[in-house]
């Protein structure tokens, strides 16, 4: 089975703070996402990855960074954390055409 | 942007009935595929049905694409409690649109035992 983890399933941050999310896959996938989820928006793409050090913007990146040094992990950045960040974040990863495979989330408070 | 939009946005059922939910989206699609979410977790990929397949069977689920509607519904039968969760709806309009997925805003489903 392929398995995504992320770093955390809670954090709590302070505005301004300098957020690191991670999230890593054990399959070779060469496509990794981040997603946030809010309710009533449905899950919003953020970022996403082709391959080692490669990165596109989704539909919502302003306020986040990437980084794919390796091809198992793809990192969310968020430089300077606000809190319309607060969030619930999922990372996936996708082999063959289609289906992604989830991580369990991250759920992040900026107060 | 959403493109795919789930009807109705909650449902409530009982143990056994059948609970049907529909996706629209608006542009090309390469696939549409569901998904389901427990509370507070990640998605868990259910079922993908290509844009030249019409009806597609996985165990108690039976989805169905309309491409001429730009339509999709997912049909889950004989439903279980454990079937509590939020579903979505995700399409893939192909290299075109860089193999992303967008999702709906998801429909929202509590079966009561």
């Known amino acids: 089975d392929v398995k995504v983890t992320q770093s955390s399933r809670y954090l709590v941050k302070r505005t301004g703070e300098k957020v690191f999310l991670e999230c890593v896959q054990d399959m070779d996938h060469e496509n990794m996402f981040w997603y946030r989820q809010d309710p009533g928006l449905g899950l919003r793409l953020i970022y996403f990855?082709?391959?080692?050090?490669?990165?596109e913007k989704g539909d919502i990146p302003e306020g986040y960074s990437v980084s794919r040094e390796k091809k198992e992990r793809f990192s969310l950045i968020l430089e300077s954390a606000s809190t319309n960040q607060t969030s619930m974040y999922l990372c996936a990863s996708k082999g063959r055409p289609g289906e992604q495979y989830f991580g369990p989330g991250t759920r992040l408070t900026v107060t | 942007s959403q493109q795919g939009e789930e009807d109705p946005q909650a449902l409530s059922i009982q143990e056994g009935e059948n609970a049907t939910m529909n996706c629209s989206y608006k542009t090309s699609i390469n696939n549409l595929q569901w998904y389901r979410q427990n509370s507070g977790r990640g998605l868990v990929h259910l079922i993908l049905i290509r844009s030249n397949e019409r009806e597609k069977h996985s165990g108690r689920l039976r989805v169905t694409l309309d491409t001429s509607k730009k339509s999709s519904s997912l049909l889950i039968t004989a439903s279980r409690a454990a079937d509590t969760a939020s579903y979505f709806c995700?399409?893939?309009?192909?290299?075109?649109?860089?193999?992303?997925?967008?999702f709906g805003g998801g429909t929202r489903v509590l079966v009561k035992p």
């Open positions: 995700a399409t893939d309009a192909g290299r075109a649109a860089g193999n992303k997925l967008t």
């Open positions: 990855s082709y391959d080692v050090k490669m990165k």
